[in-house]
């Protein structure tokens, strides 16, 4: 069996979070940022990632999978070419369970595919889940540990499913969650079921970073694109603090950019506030 590690005490959690709320940079309410489309979502994104990556080439980003980030990863590739990228680190969200870490739609896959390859990243530096059924009870202590040891993350990006779950945490999730295994919802199976040759293919159980853990990191980055993400967005930027609304977490953190489009916009009731707080942004704020 997987050895057990040491995880940050409840003490060194609460100083993070106290350093992350002191830092310069301090928002105290999620910026929302309504686009024309995916590719600008992914362009204006791409953007920060790469400004930051100069600033700090060993940045640890938080890496989500799924369709919504990849106008982010395919943005990336000509905003840092001739970069030196050897340095980035790089956590996935999560992982699905009792998959094959070699089928092509294991999250270890998928990021090999979309972010790893195309950027020139170095495969040791980008860690995945462990979801494999030997040791899976103690993956998430493992996880952690590894997150803990890089110093934390820097930028995590996010995408949010249709019943309001980030990462894989689905409603009910607590917000204290660490990194654990978790059975999906049959809506979030059915969501997935199109990466998959049969619905029965999508697995029960998924190994995620918990809500906790996310909110941990420095920045966060929720991406929405479409008219089905419009209810579960909405819920999360304006609607109240719910663990039945995993993404309305985000609300807890004080450094959330939230990039959407217009049809995933459709159903915020400050839209409007939101167009004119960010045409008069000050330059100085950045993303």
């Not at 980003?61 to 990228?85: C, E, F, K, M, R």
């Not at 896959?109 to 390859?117: G, K, L």
């Not at 894989?168 to 079921?193: I, W």
Request: hydrophobic share 40%; aromatic share 6%.
């Amino acid at each position: 069996s997987s050895p057990r590690v040491r995880l940050p005490q409840r003490s060194e959690r609460r100083s993070s979070a106290l350093k992350l709320q002191t830092k310069e940079r301090f928002f105290p309410m999620a910026e929302v940022i309504i686009v024309p489309g995916r590719e600008a979502g992914g362009k204006l994104v791409a953007s920060e990632i790469a400004r930051r990556i100069r600033a700090t080439p060993d940045l640890v980003l938080g890496l989500a999978t799924g369709s919504t980030p990849l106008p982010v990863y395919q943005a990336l590739v000509p905003a840092l070419a001739g970069v030196d990228l050897s340095t980035v680190r790089g956590f996935a969200l999560d992982e699905y369970v009792g998959l094959d870490p070699a089928h092509p739609q294991s999250y270890r896959s998928v990021i090999t595919r979309e972010v790893v390859e195309p950027l020139g990243l170095d495969p040791a530096r980008i860690r995945v889940p462990d979801g494999r059924l030997d040791g899976v009870a103690h993956a998430g202590e493992i996880y952690e540990a590894a997150i803990m040891d890089a110093g934390g993350i820097a930028l995590q990006i996010l995408g949010i499913g249709t019943d309001g779950h980030i990462g894989f945490n689905e409603p009910g999730s607590s917000f204290a969650s660490r990194t654990r295994v978790k059975t999906l919802t049959e809506q979030t199976r059915t969501d997935n079921a199109r990466f998959f040759a049969s619905p029965d293919e999508v697995p029960m159980h998924c190994i995620t970073q918990g809500l906790g853990t996310i909110l941990e990191a420095d920045h966060l980055v929720l991406l929405a694109f479409g008219s089905s993400k419009a209810a579960a967005l909405a819920a999360a930027v304006e609607g109240p603090l719910s663990a039945s609304v995993p993404g309305s977490a985000i609300q807890l953190h004080p450094h959330v950019t939230v990039v959407v489009d217009e049809d995933a916009a459709a159903e915020l009731a400050r839209a409007e506030y939101y167009r004119y707080a960010y045409a008069n942004k000050p330059d100085w704020q950045g993303l």
